[in-house]
């Protein structure tokens, strides 16, 4: 377990930085930024889910009053191949198109043209007046038939990737995966009880309360600025770049606060759209999607269709498990299919299984990252497999985890060994919860299921200034999606020893500071917070130099404590210990101002595991479900902020339950979005959750100095497993499909 | 094209002249009460440029007058302002239910019965419990002021009965006799919210032991436009609003729906649930009449 | 096509504007007013971010049209805190930590203060009631729900 810390500001539950002016109204977003001469920028999205453009003519939305720019694929320069990186990566090519269509149309809602316009209302009218011709085609909408080969298809040129031999017809699989280890069959042949089942889950929006919004300004040297709301304004300029074939340094991004993006902000939709119209207008303009077009065009993760197998010995030992997992892509390639399928076995130690995916292509939105892409709806499979075991055995459930639980040293699915990880410790806290025991209302049922997420590492970069007074300015690249300028702040405060209200942190544009990936992979906290402690630990190694220049000393006779250089131990000298802002105030006649600094490609971020108890009860009448209790066992290695650790615990069990009981993409037999806004499109309100109970284990991950694991993405995968198998507790009956909707639920119980 | 114009007239006389003119000269001209539907239909399905023509500054249609055998509630009146009266609620407590269903505490501060009741959405909660509880629609146009019961009001999905030049002032309900209590559910997959899926309001009177004698059961989100059940009123009259007699009345309703299949819910579903409602909602107004 | 002037009040300041008929009060706010706390996350009155009070009434301003704020008085998430600095309601929401990205923190902000206006002391079904037309998608309300309980005891017992 972990050592005892003293910290002193690690821990607690200090107030965020930058919270005054989000209670007030100051703080600015995607959409807040208003500039002399601004026009409004609007996007024709295409009526059809699958057709191929035959002509589009702008030339009656141009001649309007009050029109300024308009611009088709036609204005893009040839689509460039390359991957991007991070967690929103894929072919730039592919979001190139999925940003402004070419020649075909592959979703309803998929952009074809934009114009920029003085009002709102112009554009709108202008839109209207853009004449696209069309050859409607077949839309392929269904995941299973999209992966016959008689399927019509997406894309003439799309050959399944990572087969043994190249395919020599195209095929809407984009691409395959397979992780296999010992011999399933032998294994199975082992078993004395084996559970099956076919699991189908619908595709899901992350919901993000802000819709997508920028503003851009094009110079007549061509230099361009962009504001936008983004989960990575390093990455948002690089898609740039190569979209709009410019140089990186002729591109600034500022990253505005940011309203939420869980993902779906990691991948550019209006950006290279208001730069082409800001330079055609040559006039600054803004851009913002209505809600329905967020519904319609971006993000949503994939829905998916999966297949398991899994057999145990009496004991509970597992002895082989199997897992199909077909991902829709949406109209490019990019399902996280990879995810999916090496995380559905990760939390367990497993001698024999076999794991296949898909990554498949249809007539729906390309999807993008949302919270552990993939990971949800496969670990859904695997967590519903294991509580009908869990019931054939007459097992505790918790205990049959336990049983197969990884631990350190266990060869993970995907590869490595894992190191130190706190699977069994979330079970041991799940099992001893009051929350686990306490007796439940009459007809009410208690499920568990247990939850994993990777976490990443990848680039970031900080700089530290102290400033003339000794108070210190941290600049950082990543946009603070959830409270991470307080943990940066924390982890300043407790590696200088200064007080944490004596420090301040910035989010840089890229202009100001240095490349980082995007606040996402649950990276930020780990990654750029190591990447702070370094540019804190340059400050104090340059402190004690001057401290000993001052003091005529060398400077590992120089200690850093408390805030404050002290001789050494053993170090014997009459002096007065100097503070961060004694050393501040002299700065400019001992080398001049503080400026520490770190940039890292960090590596070993820590898994992080959960176990969630899911409470409901369920009207037979009607089929409502009422989740009553919800509780959330997590280990965040070390939680720098619990509060807000908490609150990634809680808001993913929410995303987790709406996904569970409600939220779901409706096609019609067309493509087209049936239910393309909040009204229907059903994110749970306040009225429909219970207070969410948080348990933080901490199992400090032995790669970060204070012990951090990411927290963000794991708390969405156990939920629905966690409502799935509470369902079967309540009524006896298992409903394999999500969403535990009213009329599927109340067709089932009959 | 003829651009967007707001006018805010000052009474029922002004606003009937400026809605005949623009039906005279074939221009399009709308009413705007609480607006909660109109702004969402102007945002993306219906963009045409039309007169808005904002009733909310007529005095009568503010009015809120609570009289010895009838209730008057402006077709101005926001449902949060209903739900301040007190004495509002004891008269029609599922009326008020049911205005408290529509939308978040942001809608009802903008929302008002008698929008709810143009807008002529089939699954518009409060219309069943105006039915139930015999609402009657006060209307006003070139030809001077008519009324007409609220089941006859709406004539198909959002079509309603007014004619050009024509508004609604209000509604006027009867007040409750002796031991008479109404109740309105909807089902609705989250907490709030939701687009009712189904709904039923119940009006019932009992006698002095408790027999009913008098019923009216409405239903609504189970067929183009709410409708008057009698057959399940006909289910309650006479018996003690036991369960059998609710869940006689459940089977009128199932009976009587003529749902859809959408998004919001199956054929089965509803049908199935618009009895559930009836039979609770029946209940609901069963208590409350015993207790008046 | 003919703008219309329009004399309000916002946050206790007379303001006139010009605008247009359709258009929306959110909408001049923001794009004509620069008021921008007060944020757009649907425009179809789901979701609550573009919450302000409305001659002292909780509205969506998403489904105002401006020309009707004609001698209203409006009031925005900028005019809740005082001379003295944070109401109440916002320095218990900082405390709770009860945001996380902060889009919907001004309407949510707006809409307790009505609540707690009319209702000093709500229980937590009220609360969550009151509060269901405010989406919020990174907090599952906990800490939200708990930052109102706590203003509500801290404007009914001072610290």
């Known amino acids: 377990m972990a050592e005892a810390h003293d910290y002193k500001t690690i821990g607690t539950r200090p107030i965020r930085p930058d919270g005054v002016d989000k209670v007030t109204g100051r703080a600015l977003y995607g959409a807040d930024l208003n500039l002399p001469s601004m026009i409004y920028g609007k996007v024709l999205r295409s009526p059809h889910a699958h057709a191929r453009i035959k002509s589009i003519d702008l030339s009656k939305a141009l001649a309007m009053e009050g029109v300024y720019a308009a611009v088709s694929g036609a204005d893009f320069p040839e689509a460039k191949h390359g991957e991007i990186g991070g967690e929103g990566g894929g072919d730039v090519a592919d979001l190139a198109k999925n940003v402004m269509a070419r020649d075909k149309v592959l979703y309803h809602g998929h952009a074809v043209a934009a114009v920029a316009a003085k009002s709102l209302s112009v554009a709108d009218a202008a839109l209207e007046a853009i004449e696209v011709e069309y050859e409607v085609l077949t839309p392929v909408l269904d995941l299973l038939e999209a992966m016959k080969e008689d399927a019509p298809l997406l894309d003439d040129h799309c050959f399944t990737k990572n087969l043994p031999e190249t395919p020599d017809k195209p095929s809407n699989i984009a691409a395959v995966m397979q992780l ?41 040297g061509g230099q361009a600025t962009i504001w936008c709301s983004t989960q990575g304004h390093f990455e948002f300029r690089s898609m740039t770049a190569k979209m709009l074939n410019m140089e990186i340094s002729d591109l600034k991004f500022i990253a505005s606060e940011i309203g939420g993006g869980f993902g779906g902000k990691t991948v550019v939709y209006l950006e290279p759209l208001a730069v082409l119209l800001a330079r055609k207008s040559r006039r600054p303009v803004k851009m913002m999607m209505t809600r329905e077009e967020v519904f319609r065009a971006t993000g949503p993760t994939s829905g998916t269709h999966c297949r398991i197998k899994v057999g145990a010995k009496r004991d509970g030992t597992i002895t082989s498990a199997t897992a199909w997992l077909a991902y829709e892509a949406g109209a490019f390639a990019g399902a996280p299919m990879g995810p999916g399928a090496m995380s559905i076995f990760a939390p367990y130690d497993l001698e024999n299984f076999k794991i296949e995916a898909f990554d498949v292509l249809l007539n729906k939105p390309k999807v993008a990252a949302y919270r552990a892409p993939g990971a949800p709806q496969s670990m859904h499979a695997m967590e519903v497999a294991l509580d009908d075991l869990a019931l054939e055995l007459g097992m505790d459930p918790i205990d049959l985890r336990m049983k197969n639980a990884a631990g350190e040293g266990t060869q993970a699915p995907y590869g490595p060994k894992f190191p130190q990880i706190g699977f069994k410790e979330c079970l041991e806290a799940a099992k001893a919860h009051p929350n686990y025991t306490k007796p439940l209302p009459e007809g009410a049922g208690r499920g568990v299921a247990a939850g994993f997420w990777f976490n990443v590492g990848m680039q970031s970069s900080a700089e530290v200034h102290v400033n003339e007074d000794g108070t210190v300015t941290v600049i950082e690249g990543n946009p603070d999606i959830g409270g991470s300028r307080a943990s940066m702040c924390m982890m300043a405060s407790e590696t200088l020893g200064v007080p944490y209200e004596k420090i301040r942190a910035l989010v840089g544009d890229t202009e100001s500071t240095g490349f980082s990936n995007v606040t996402g992979g649950s990276r930020t906290t780990f990654a750029t917070g190591m990447a702070v402690v370094q540019a804190c630990e340059d400050i104090i190694t340059q402190c004690k130099a001057r401290a000993a220049a001052t003091w005529g000393m060398d400077a590992d006779q120089v200690d850093w404590k408390d805030g404050q250089a002290v001789p050494a131990p053993g170090v014997n000298a ?40 899911c409470d409901l009860q369920v009207d037979p009448e009607t089929g409502k479900v009422d989740v009553l209790g919800f509780t959330a066992i997590q280990d965040a290695g070390k939680a720098i902020h619990p509060s807000y650790v908490e609150g ?34 059903r994110i749970p309100v306040a009225s ?42 309540a009524t006896g009956v298992r409903v394999n499909d999500l969403p535990l909707s009213p009329p599927r639920v109340l067709s089932a119980l009959d | 094209m003829a651009g967007f ?38 945002r993306s399905l219906n963009k045409a440029a039309r007169t808005i023509v904002d009733i909310k500054k007529i005095g009568e249609t503010g009015r809120l007058d609570i009289g010895a055998d009838e209730t008057f509630i402006g077709a101005g009146i926001c449902c949060a302002a209903l739900h301040e009266s007190d004495e509002l609620k004891a008269l029609f407590p599922g009326l008020l239910e049911s205005a408290d269903l529509i939308g978040s505490t942001q809608i009802q501060g903008r929302a008002t019965l008698g929008g709810n009741l143009c807008n002529a959405s089939p699954a518009g909660d409060t219309i069943p419990a105006m039915i139930a509880n015999a609402g009657v ?153 015993i207790s008046r | 096509m003919s703008k219309i002037k329009v004399e309000t009040s916002i946050n206790g300041e007379t303001v006139e504007f010009l605008c247009e008929p359709q258009q929306t009060l959110l909408e001049v706010l923001r794009e004509d007013l620069s008021r921008l706390g007060t944020k757009e996350g649907c425009g179809t009155g789901d979701c609550g971010a573009c919450s302000v009070l409305l001659n002292d009434r909780l509205v969506c301003s998403c489904l105002v049209l401006a020309v009707e704020s004609e001698g209203a008085e409006v009031t925005t998430i900028e005019g809740i805190a005082g001379e003295n600095g944070l109401h109440p309601i916002q320095q218990k929401f900082l405390e709770h930590a009860a945001l996380q990205c902060g889009i919907c923190t001004p309407g949510l902000i707006v809409a307790t ?26 907090t ?13 005891e801290e404007l009914a017992h001072p610290a």
């Open chain 1, 180 to 220: 296999a280890r010992g011999d399933v069959d032998e294994g199975f042949a082992q078993a004395d009880v084996i559970v099956e089942g076919e699991y189908n889950i619908p595709m899901a929006h992350q919901g993000y309360i802000e819709p997508h919004a920028c503003t851009a300004t094009v110079n007549e």
């Open chain 1, 574 to 613: 009459d002096v007065t210990p100097l503070s961060l802002a004694d050393i501040a105030a002299k700065a400019g006649r001992t080398g001049g101002p503080l400026l520490g600094r770190a940039s890292l490609n960090a590596q070993g971020a820590g898994a992080s595991f959960s176990v969630n108890i």
């Open chain 2, 137 to 289: 629609c006060v209307i006003a146009g070139p030809g001077g002021r008519r009324e007409l019961p609220v089941e006859d009001f709406v004539v198909g999905v959002g079509r309603n009965a007014l004619q050009d030049g024509e508004f609604l002032v209000g509604l006027k309900f009867p007040n409750p006799k002796a031991a008479t209590a109404d109740a309105y559910l909807r089902f609705i997959p989250r907490t709030e919210m939701d687009i009712a899926v189904a709904g039923a309001g119940v009006r019932i009177t009992l006698d002095a032991d408790g027999t009913c004698t008098e019923a009216r059961v409405a239903i609504g989100a189970v067929a183009p436009t709410a409708i008057l059940v009698p057959a399940a009123a006909s289910a309650l009259v006479g018996s003690k609003v036991d369960a059998g007699a609710l869940d006689a009345a459940a089977a009128a309703c199932s009976q009587a729906a003529s749902p859809i299949t959408d998004k919001r819910g199956t054929i089965e579903y509803r049908r199935r649930v618009v009895g559930v409602l009836c039979k609770r909602a029946g209940a609901i107004a069963r208590d409350r009449a």
């Open chain 3, 140 to 152: 599952g309300y906990d800490k939200i729900v708990r930052a109102v309980q706590a203003a509500a």
């Open chain 3, 113 to 138: 203060k009505s609540l707690l206006d009319r209702n000093p002391n709500p229980d937590e079904k009220t609360i969550r009631y009151w509060l269901a037309g405010n989406l919020c998608r990174c």
């Open chain 1, 648 to 681: 990634q615990m809680q808001g993913g069990a929410a995303q987790g339950i709406g996904w569970a009981l409600n939220e779901e993409y409706i096609f019609d037999e067309n493509g087209v979005m049936e239910n393309a806004g909040f009204l229907d499109y």
């Open chain 1, 688 to 729: 429909d959750l219970p207070m969410i109970d948080c348990h933080i284990v901490e199992v400090p991950n032995p790669s970060h100095p204070f012990g951090v694991r990411g927290v963000g993405e794991t708390p969405i995968v156990a939920p629905l497993a966690a409502t799935a198998n509470a369902f079967r507790a």
């Open chain 2, 5 to 42: 114009a707001y006018v805010a007239p000052s009474s029922i006389d002004e606003a009937v002249a400026v809605l005949a003119e623009h039906a005279g000269q074939g221009l399009k001209a709308q009413v705007i009460a609480g607006g909660t539907d109109l702004l969402v239909q102007m």
